[in-house]
Each structure stands twice: as structure tokens, then as C-alpha cells.
């Protein structure tokens, strides 16, 4: 009896294992200068499977073991000497060292970093996740992951990876601080202070609220807009909804109404697959639609002290966001702590504004601080999902499941629920010219399965997955449970 058990269960687990598709339609957004976030670019990151050995590897090294997980590339401006070039390079070496010391990582993060003159000079860095990456969360919303968090949850099969994890650049023509510098001057930046802020945006700390319309000032903020993409901007666009990051399906106003629910709500807007004629249709229609109110009333809100907050699990920590700059600033609002709020504090590093004049060590000092890790800044990390040797098991996403046109029009002896989706195609005038409709029926699962229930039944192989959970559910009753 118990090697039945084992020899079914063996094969359940190889049914299940080669069921889960991940779509070759999944689209990642890349940000490639982080000086431009304003529009990540949709690309194509079909499923790729790993090969189980090669996931560390090639960068030769040991999780565990290693003092710094983190590799990096850098490239130097040549009108900067060697000596500030070797300074910089050794501050990220450092910087990887203190992330590696407070996260539990498993597999490597790669950033390409730059030392380069910037046109803004008042701008001393800036830093994004290389990749997006849409996964499925527990209350089955998709959301964009960045992809040195997504590389830690060591999927087998998982949408293709960018050749880096994060990009940064810094403004070489600012004045800055090394540690080891003799005494800081009042005007000089602090390096590690800004690259370890920056890295921290670069591991998810960033927003998809933003600005849809170059309206100045600023009218509105959406979660970033998933349109079919076209250079040529009097092409017809297909909408397909407004998406979120991880980071921002922790947030809440100081009322506690959760931003997901604003999301959630401005996907309203249309049905999925909506057709307009060209992109400045749909910008009108959007600003006629009840759903600008949404986005005005998120505006408001990043503009009004104290009532954003990010809400951090499972501790119910609250971690007041920078809501007030008015007006908003794109890349300072929303993305910070708050400086009223966190500035002189031990979690004074993700502030938007990096006080020159102060050695990293000075900082520690003043705020009565033992890490640049803030406290509040950790359960931060572990709420979106890292690891940390406090939070050794944090919430892990799953992957879009591949829904063939085969399985949709399999049919099922145990079917009794149908659903019935409509697709409407709008044109500029606003007037609704075709409507498709297509009916297909889903299955009713018993609650025995239903924690795989998505696995079971939305593939080519659900039946011979149903027939085997049903034969081991009964062996495992008359058995009275697992024996190995
Ligand atoms: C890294 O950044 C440099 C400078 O911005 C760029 O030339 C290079 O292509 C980047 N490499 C990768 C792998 O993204
Ligand atoms: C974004 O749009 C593409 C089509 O352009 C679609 O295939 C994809 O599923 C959409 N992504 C999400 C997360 O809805
Ligand atoms: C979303 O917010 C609206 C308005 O505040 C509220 O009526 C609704 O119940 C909320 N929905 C969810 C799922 O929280
Ligand atoms: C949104 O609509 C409500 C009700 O129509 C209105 O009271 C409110 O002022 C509007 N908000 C904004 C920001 O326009
Ligand atoms: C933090 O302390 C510095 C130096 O004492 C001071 O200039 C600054 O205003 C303080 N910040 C806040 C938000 O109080
Ligand atoms: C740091 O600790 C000292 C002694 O406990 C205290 O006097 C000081 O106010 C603290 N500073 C901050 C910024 O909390
Ligand atoms: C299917 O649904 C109908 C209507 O809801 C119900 O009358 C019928 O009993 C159901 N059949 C089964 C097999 O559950
Ligand atoms: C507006 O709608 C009408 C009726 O469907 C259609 O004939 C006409 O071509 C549309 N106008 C534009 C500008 O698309």
C-alpha cells in the first residue's frame, strides 16, 4: 500500500509539473535608462525553463556562503579619474555586502551601474528594476514583479529574464563622498548613502501610479496603462487594463481604503480587448469615463500629507509614504517615506532627499541607527517578498497560467457553471460597433482540490489530473493518511 501511494503520487506530481504552462503571450515592461521610467517598454518574455543546476552558477556563487550576492557591472565615464572610478566600484561592492547581510537571497542580483555626467544636475542618481515581470497573486490579481525578487522565488519555468536585474545611473558631476574620504565637506553627497537608496528602488520600491496624460501641471495618476504598444501613435491601440507592482497593493490612504481597490476600479473602464482607433481616442474616452474621478482622487491623495501608508505584513506596521509634495513630483512623491515623518529617524534612508554634508557613518550616528536597513524599511522587503532570517517564508506569487483555445472548448462531464464574456470594440466616436460574445463553461471542483484547482482544470490534461486526485484522495481516506 504505501508504495502505491508513493507511485501515484509520484505521477500526480509529474502530471502537475508538466501542466503548468506559463503563457507565450506574457509581456514584461524593461526599463533601460532609469533616467526615463515615465513608460517601461512592453516586450515579449515567453516561458523559458531553467536548468536546474545553472540557477547560481555562472556567476560563481555560493548562496549562503557568500558575503556579497550581487554583481556588478560598472562602467565609468573616462573624464573621471581612476581613483573615483576604484572609490565607486568599491561603495557597490559594500552596497551589495549590506543587502546581502539583511536578505536571505538565494540567487544572484545583477546590476549594470553607471558613473556618468547626467544633463539634470540636480539629479545625483536614479535607479529601476531592469524588468517588470506580471505574476499572479493569492487573490489572483496580476501585478508587475521586479525581477532580482522574482529570480529569489527560483521558479523552474518562469517569463525570460532581462540580462540584468537592476539599472542604475549616478551623475558623475556631482561632488561625492567615499567612506574612507578624509572629513566630508557641507556640499558632498554621501556615495553609499545614494547607491544603497537607489538599489532599494532598483529591488522594488517603485510605483506604477503615474502620470497617463502630459498634462501640466499633472491632472491625474493611473497605474501604469497596458495598451498594445505602437510607435506610431495613429495606429489603432487595444486596451487591456490598468496593472499595479507589488509595491503598490500594500498601500492604503490614512481612511484605509486600499489602492488595489482604485485599480481595481479604474479597470472598470472597458472590458479587456476594447479597440480604439487611435491613441488621443483613447485619452478622450478616458477622460470622459467615471473612472478619471478615480485617478484625480489619487492625485489628491499623493498630494496631501499623511494619507498614504504602506501597510507592511504580517506585523501591521504602518510605513507613511511621501504624500506631500504639491504639486506631485514624479520619481519624489509615492516612492519615498515620508520626510516629515522619517527624516532623523532610524529609517531615514528612503527619504527623497539625501542630506549632503553627512558620511553614511555620521547618519548611523545622528539617528541612532545600527544598519541603513531601517527597521521599517525591512518589513518593507519581506512584505513584497523577500526573504530575511526573521521571515524566512514570505508570500510567493504564482505564475499566469497558459489558457489554450483547446481547453476552452474541452467540455466537461461534471460542468454545470458557464460565464459568458463579451468583447466590445469602441471607435472614436464613442459608439459601440460590434460585440462579440463567446460562452464557455467552467467546471465545479469539490473543496477537496481546490487548492489546485486552477492547475487541474485549465489545461489539455485536467481530465487525467482529475481521475488521479480522485483515486489518491480515496486511497488517502482509506488509508487514513500518508505513509512513506
Ligand atoms: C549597461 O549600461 C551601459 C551604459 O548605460 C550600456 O551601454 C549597456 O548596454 C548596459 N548593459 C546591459 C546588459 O544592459
Ligand atoms: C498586456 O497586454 C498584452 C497584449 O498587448 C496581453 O497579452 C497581456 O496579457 C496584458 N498583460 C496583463 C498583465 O494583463
Ligand atoms: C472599494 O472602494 C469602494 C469605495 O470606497 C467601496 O465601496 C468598495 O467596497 C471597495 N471594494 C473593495 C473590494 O474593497
Ligand atoms: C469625484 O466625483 C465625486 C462625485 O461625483 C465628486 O464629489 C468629487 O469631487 C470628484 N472628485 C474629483 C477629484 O473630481
Ligand atoms: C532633521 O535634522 C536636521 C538636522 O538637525 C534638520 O535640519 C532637519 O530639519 C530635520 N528634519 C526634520 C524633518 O525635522
Ligand atoms: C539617540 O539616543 C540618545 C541616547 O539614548 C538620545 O539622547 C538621542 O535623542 C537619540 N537620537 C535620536 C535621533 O533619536
Ligand atoms: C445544474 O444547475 C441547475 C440550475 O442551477 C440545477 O438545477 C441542477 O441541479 C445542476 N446540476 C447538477 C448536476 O449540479
Ligand atoms: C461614428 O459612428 C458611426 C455609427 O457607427 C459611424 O458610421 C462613423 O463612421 C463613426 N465616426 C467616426 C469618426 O468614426
Same mark, same amino acid.
Given at each position: 500500500m504505501p508504495s502505491i501511494i508513493y507511485i501515484i503520487s509520484l505521477i500526480i506530481f509529474l502530471s502537475w509539473s508538466r501542466n503548468i504552462i506559463v503563457s507565450a503571450e506574457t509581456w514584461c515592461y524593461d526599463t533601460v535608462n532609469p533616467m526615463d521610467q515615465d513608460n517601461p517598454t512592453p516586450v515579449r518574455c515567453p516561458a523559458v525553463t531553467e536548468k536546474s543546476d545553472n540557477i547560481y552558477h555562472d556567476v560563481g556563487i555560493n548562496p549562503g556562503a557568500s558575503t556579497n550576492m550581487f554583481d556588478i557591472s560598472f562602467t565609468c565615464d573616462p573624464t573621471t579619474s581612476q581613483t573615483t572610478c576604484d572609490k565607486a566600484k568599491e561603495s557597490f561592492e559594500k552596497a551589495g555586502e549590506i543587502f546581502t547581510s539583511v536578505l536571505s537571497l538565494n540567487t544572484p542580483i545583477r546590476i549594470n551601474a553607471s558613473l556618468i555626467p547626467l544633463s539634470?544636475?540636480?539629479?545625483l542618481g536614479s535607479a529601476a528594476p531592469a524588468r517588470l515581470i506580471p505574476l499572479k497573486c493569492k487573490d489572483k490579481k496580476i501585478r508587475n514583479f521586479p525581477q532580482s525578487l522574482v529570480k529569489q $522565488?527560483?521558479?523552474?519555468?518562469?517569463p525570460e529574464y532581462a540580462a540584468v536585474d537592476i539599472v542604475a545611473v549616478f551623475n558623475s558631476k556631482c561632488n561625492f563622498y567615499f567612506e574612507g574620504d578624509p572629513t566630508i565637506t557641507p556640499d558632498q553627497i554621501g556615495f553609499l548613502e545614494l547607491i544603497v537608496h537607489e538599489i532599494v528602488h532598483g529591488l522594488g520600491l517603485v510605483t506604477n501610479w503615474k502620470p497617463l496624460l502630459n498634462s501640466k501641471p499633472v491632472s491625474e495618476l493611473t497605474s501604469a496603462l497596458n495598451l498594445t504598444s505602437n510607435s506610431d501613435s495613429t495606429q489603432p491601440v487595444v486596451y487591456y487594463g490598468f496593472i499595479e507592482t507589488i509595491f503598490d497593493s500594500f498601500i492604503v490612504t490614512?481612511?484605509?481604503?486600499? $489602492?488595489s481597490n482604485f485599480t481595481e476600479q479604474l479597470n472598470d473602464f472597458t472590458p479587456y480587448g476594447t479597440k480604439f482607433q487611435d491613441q488621443s481616442a483613447f485619452i478622450s474616452a478616458f477622460i470622459n469615463s467615471p473612472e478619471y474621478n478615480i485617478s484625480q482622487m489619487v492625485l489628491s491623495y499623493s498630494q496631501t500629507a499623511y494619507s498614504m501608508v504602506f501597510l507592511a505584513d504580517p506585523h501591521s506596521e504602518l510605513v507613511w509614504l511621501e504624500s506631500n509634495i504639491n504639486p506631485y513630483s514624479k520619481g519624489?512623491?509615492?516612492?519615498?517615506?515620508?520626510m516629515e515623518i522619517?527624516?532623523?529617524?532610524?529609517?531615514?534612508?528612503?527619504?527623497y532627499i539625501q542630506h549632503p554634508g553627512r558620511s553614511l557613518e555620521t547618519a548611523l550616528q545622528q539617528n541612532n541607527?545600527?544598519?541603513?536597513?531601517g527597521p521599517k524599511l525591512l518589513y518593507l522587503l519581506e512584505t513584497i517578498g523577500y526573504a530575511t532570517p526573521n521571515n524566512p517564508n514570505p508570500q510567493k506569487p504564482s505564475l499566469i497560467e497558459f489558457h489554450s483555445t483547446k481547453s476552452k472548448t474541452t467540455s466537461w462531464k461534471n460542468s454545470n457553471t458557464t460565464t459568458t464574456t463579451t468583447t466590445t470594440t469602441t471607435d472614436t466616436n464613442d459608439t459601440i460597433t460590434t460585440t462579440d460574445s463567446q460562452t464557455t463553461t467552467k467546471p465545479t471542483t469539490s473543496s477537496l482540490f481546490s487548492s489546485t484547482e486552477s492547475i487541474i482544470f485549465n489545461n489539455n490534461y485536467g481530465w487525467i489530473n482529475l481521475v488521479i486526485s480522485l483515486s489518491v484522495g480515496g486511497l488517502f481516506f482509506a488509508s487514513g493518511g500518508w505513509i512513506f
Open positions: 539634470d544636475d540636480t539629479t $522565488f527560483q521558479f523552474s519555468t518562469h490614512n481612511a484605509g481604503d486600499k $489602492f519624489s512623491s509615492i516612492s519615498h517615506f515620508s522619517y527624516d532623523n529617524t532610524t529609517d531615514f534612508l528612503m527619504t541607527a545600527t544598519c541603513i536597513i
